[in-house]
């Protein structure tokens, strides 16, 4: 087998017993969307694009028809991130968007690979005053992230890539369990 491909079976052996976890979140984020709450998510580069597939499967559609869910990609609104950026810091670009867009009772997905980033970071303190609730996606635990969110699904590998896959997996985890919950 390919050594990208041992190296992602191995990782995704490490974390099947977080699938419990992953199909609870599931369960909750549906019943939060069906109520109208809404989903924000956060990362930076792959990780940002993962939050945007995420959003993406929500508003329209993992794999059945249904209704659209209320589910934001902080990064994707560039006007809002680069005058924030620039008014208070690339420091506060999504907790300042997750105390405009977040409500009580909503959830924010952060994803990380190291853990460390200060924006993802901020974004769970804002989300903590904000009475929403906050799970992350992170690489190797322990790391602030993880240790911040309400709970976490920390990947233990190395590999920035190999955590990236496992994340989509997660990702694509949870939308079916969203589905079925629905």
């Given at each position: 087998?390919?050594?990208?491909?041992?190296?992602?079976?191995?990782?995704?052996?490490?974390?099947?017993?977080?699938?419990?976890?992953?199909?609870?979140?599931?369960?909750?984020?549906?019943?939060?969307?069906?109520?109208?709450?809404?989903?924000?998510?956060?990362?930076?580069?792959?990780?940002?694009?993962?939050?945007?597939?995420?959003?993406?499967?929500?508003?329209?559609?993992?794999?059945?028809?249904?209704?659209?869910?209320?589910?934001?990609?902080?990064?994707?609104?560039?006007?809002?991130?680069?005058?924030?950026?620039?008014?208070?810091?690339?420091?506060?670009?999504?907790?300042?968007?997750?105390?405009?867009?977040?409500?009580?009772?909503?959830?924010?997905?952060?994803?990380?690979?190291?853990?460390?980033?200060?924006?993802?970071?901020?974004?769970?303190?804002?989300?903590?005053?904000?009475?929403?609730?906050?799970?992350?996606?992170?690489?190797?635990?322990?790391?602030?992230?993880?240790?911040?969110?309400?709970?976490?699904?920390?990947?233990p590998f190395e590999d920035t890539?190999?955590?990236?896959?496992?994340?989509?997996?997660?990702?694509?985890?949870?939308?079916?369990?969203?589905?079925?919950?629905?």
């Amino acid at each position: 087998m390919d050594t990208h491909l041992e190296k992602l079976r191995t990782a995704l052996t490490r974390v099947d017993g977080h699938s419990v976890t992953v199909r609870a979140w599931g369960g909750k984020l549906a019943g939060v969307l069906s109520a109208g709450g809404r989903l924000l998510a956060c990362g930076n580069g792959g990780s940002a694009a993962e939050a945007q597939h995420l959003t993406a499967e929500l508003v329209g559609r993992f794999r059945d028809d249904r209704q659209a869910y209320a589910a934001i990609p902080l990064h994707a609104d560039t006007s809002s991130m680069t005058a924030i950026a620039n008014d208070f810091g690339a420091e506060e670009v999504y907790a300042r968007q997750v105390r405009a867009h977040g409500r009580p009772g909503d959830v924010l997905v952060c994803l990380s690979t190291s853990g460390c980033s200060t924006n993802v970071i901020n974004a769970a303190l804002a989300a903590q005053e904000c009475g929403i609730l906050a799970w992350a996606l992170t690489g190797p635990a322990p790391n602030p992230l993880a240790d911040l969110c309400d709970e976490t699904v920390a990947v233990p590998f190395e590999d920035t890539a190999t955590v990236q896959e496992v994340h989509l997996a997660m990702i694509h985890m949870l939308c079916d369990a969203v589905e079925e919950a629905l």
